[in-house]
């Protein structure tokens, strides 16, 4: 079965923290690997996204950790600011095929603190 | 950069009603749009996966006969949810894929509200 676990399930940080936001996958034949930012009444917006042959990406405060032997991913939000508060989603998918389903893990409510 | 819009962004019916929810890529043509489900602090489920011009395949579980979804053109997919009841009161959210990028982009999604 598809599936991608994501932990933890909410998270609380101060301002200026770094939170991380872990996920695991177990189909190897997935090669697409997207974090999507979720606030409340809104759609998901892609934030950050990787491929599995290179072991990290950077975009701004956000960066992905990708352990391919592990099957892991995980999120970094440096700096974290109150602005930041949403739910997070990872997600996996098969970029290859046709339809380049994703499957989505459960989600982390993330809050950030003054 | 690529932009999608559902419409509406809110609707209330009445029981036994039908609804239809519209999903626009507005700046790119998408040849698969695909339908989402998610309820209070939960997770997207994939309702259906659509295909321009054909007919939408749909995930297990998912009724085609009371989810109807129709993608006419390149930009433009239809969710209609026949003789809605509450237990179909969701968040419905479309996505389209940017057939240049092989990106996927979300629209801002529809609350449905089923009396």
């Known amino acids: 079965q598809q599936q991608v676990k994501q932990s933890p399930q909410s998270l609380i940080v101060q301002k200026g923290g770094i939170p991380i936001i872990n996920c695991a996958y177990e189909?190897?034949?997935?090669?697409?690997f997207p974090w999507y930012q979720q606030f409340p009444g809104k759609g998901p917006a892609l934030l950050i996204a990787?491929?599995?042959?290179?072991s990290e990406k950077k975009e701004g405060r956000f960066t992905i950790s990708f352990n391919k032997s592990a099957k892991q991913f995980s999120l970094h939000i440096m700096d974290s600011q109150p602005g930041d508060s949403a739910t997070y989603f990872c997600?996996?998918?098969?970029?290859?095929?046709?339809?380049?389903?994703?499957?989505f893990g459960t989600g982390t409510r993330l809050q950030v603190t003054l | 950069g690529a932009v999608v819009s559902q419409h509406p962004s809110w609707v209330i019916c009445k029981s036994g009603t039908s609804v239809k929810i519209e999903c626009r890529s507005l700046d790119f043509q998408a040849t698969t749009m695909f339908w989402y489900r998610q309820f209070p602090k939960q997770s997207l489920m994939l309702m259906a996966t659509?295909?321009?011009?054909?007919?939408?395949?749909?995930e297990q579980g998912v009724e085609k006969d009371k989810f109807l979804i129709n993608h006419a053109s390149l930009t433009l997919s239809t969710l209609t949810v026949t003789s809605a009841h509450p237990e179909d009161s969701s968040f419905y959210i479309c996505?389209?894929?940017?057939?240049?990028?092989?990106?996927?982009?979300f629209g801002p999604g529809t609350r449905l509200t089923v009396l």
């Open positions: 997600a996996a998918s098969i970029r290859t095929g046709t339809a380049s389903k994703l499957t």
């Open positions: 659509s295909n321009e011009g054909s007919k939408a395949t749909y």
């Open positions: 189909n190897t034949a997935f090669d697409y």
């Open positions: 996505s389209a894929r940017d057939r240049v990028h092989n990106e996927q982009f």
């Open positions: 990787i491929r599995p042959d290179v």
